[in-house]
């Protein structure tokens, strides 16, 4: 049974970079039929599409947030990773880390971390 | 961007009852590229309905999902007290690009 588990740092200062790992299990991230993507979820709030990536290293990015954002994967160790650079507090929030299906729906996630910006 | 706009914000109803969500989008979601998700406190949301209409893997077949072009619809027929939770609209005609509605909150009345 696939799963998918976040990882990195709960706590990031402001203007710093954030960093997380989704660690992908019971399936390959190097499968021809899924994207990989990032989601978060502000405390409260509704979900936010931050980018997703192909195993091939193709990356596709939510355009308000492009210029902070880097997806990158790592098929060796069944991995993908989210940079998100220059962190305010409204970067606080639980990040998913996900498969959609063909680049569509999602049809995984993972359990979420939550990560707060502050000093 | 394709936006998408959900109603209303927060439904009010009993078990039992028939609850009726919208999500309409800003332009035309081509090929009925639609999914809707289920989401309890604490937990990922759950892929509930692909493609506008179809039921992902082991969802009930009270949930039921229709429409096209800008103007879609997620049918619950008889309220569980399990069913209780925000659903989200997720457009992926853009894909690999998705968006979301805001969320519809299913609360008992």
């Known amino acids: 049974q696939l799963q998918l588990r976040e990882s990195g740092p709960g706590l990031v200062k402001p203007s710093e970079t954030l960093s997380l790992t989704c660690t992908v299990s019971?399936?390959?991230?190097?499968?021809?039929?899924?994207?990989w993507g990032w989601i978060r979820q502000p405390p409260g709030k509704g979900l936010e599409w931050i980018g997703s990536i192909y195993y091939s290293g193709s990356t596709y990015y939510n355009l308000s947030l492009k210029s902070r954002v880097t997806i990158s994967v790592d098929t060796s160790k069944n991995q993908f990773s989210l940079k998100l650079s220059s962190v305010t507090a409204a970067d606080t929030a639980v990040y998913y880390c996900?498969?959609?299906?063909?680049?569509?729906?999602?049809?995984?996630w993972g359990q979420g971390t939550l990560v707060t910006v502050s000093s | 961007e394709i936006v998408l706009t959900q109603s209303p914000g927060t439904l009010s109803l009993s078990p039992g009852e028939r609850a009726t969500l919208s999500c309409r989008a800003s332009?035309?979601?081509?090929?009925?590229?639609l999914a809707w998700y289920q989401q309890k406190p604490g937990q990922a949301p759950r892929l509930l309905i692909y493609?506008?209409?179809s039921r992902a893997t082991g969802i009930p077949d009270r949930f039921s999902g229709s429409g096209s072009g800008t103007d879609f619809t997620l049918t619950i027929s008889r309220l569980e007290p399990e069913d209780f939770a925000v659903y989200y609209c997720?457009?992926?005609?853009?894909?690999?690009?998705?968006?979301f509605g805001g969320g519809t909150k299913v609360e008992i009345k």
């Open positions: 997720q457009q992926y005609g853009t894909s690999p690009a998705l968006t």
């Open positions: 332009q035309s979601v081509s090929n009925r590229y």
């Open positions: 019971g399936g390959s991230i190097s499968s021809t039929s899924y994207y």
């Open positions: 493609g506008a209409s």
């Open positions: 996900a498969r959609q299906d063909y680049g569509d729906y999602v049809d995984c």
